[in-house]
């Protein structure tokens, strides 16, 4: 039984900073990568960060110098810093797992676990 829960979200003005975090359970957490994954209405879904075993991240061209992965193995959690944040960068943020390496999981938008998302709105 995988689970994953996203907090965090919420409204800032454009250039303002915003933490996700994600809590995983045992089986979730223990996947080969975790990631972050955004989705805004009437726009596909697109990768953002992702972070695996061994340490490797990934990040998308959009949030790279912006964004960091980050997880904390005593607390099943993986964060998302976010500093400067654009208005483009509005849309629900969602936490997902699955098997495979880090360099990977961006351009494979079909994860095995999902979170339920968290909004993240930034006004100008």
């Known amino acids: 039984q995988a689970h994953l829960v996203e907090s965090g979200g919420g409204s800032v003005q454009a250039g303002g900073s915003l933490r996700l975090s994600c809590v995983a359970n045992e089986l979730s957490y223990g996947s080969y990568v975790l990631a972050w994954f955004r989705q805004a209405p009437g726009k596909v879904r697109e990768g953002v960060a992702a972070?695996?075993?061994?340490?490797?991240?990934d990040y998308a061209d959009s949030v790279k110098g912006r964004f960091t992965i980050s997880k904390d193995n005593a607390k099943l959690t993986v964060y998302l810093q976010m500093n400067n944040l654009k208005p483009e960068d509005t849309a629900k943020y969602y936490c997902?797992?699955?098997?495979?390496?880090?360099?990977?999981?961006?351009?494979?938008?079909?994860?095995?676990?999902w979170g339920q998302g968290t909004q993240v709105t930034v006004s100008t």
């Open positions: 997902a797992a699955d098997e495979m390496l880090a360099t990977q999981a961006l351009s494979s938008p079909v994860m095995r676990d």
């Open positions: 972070i695996d075993l061994a340490g490797t991240t």
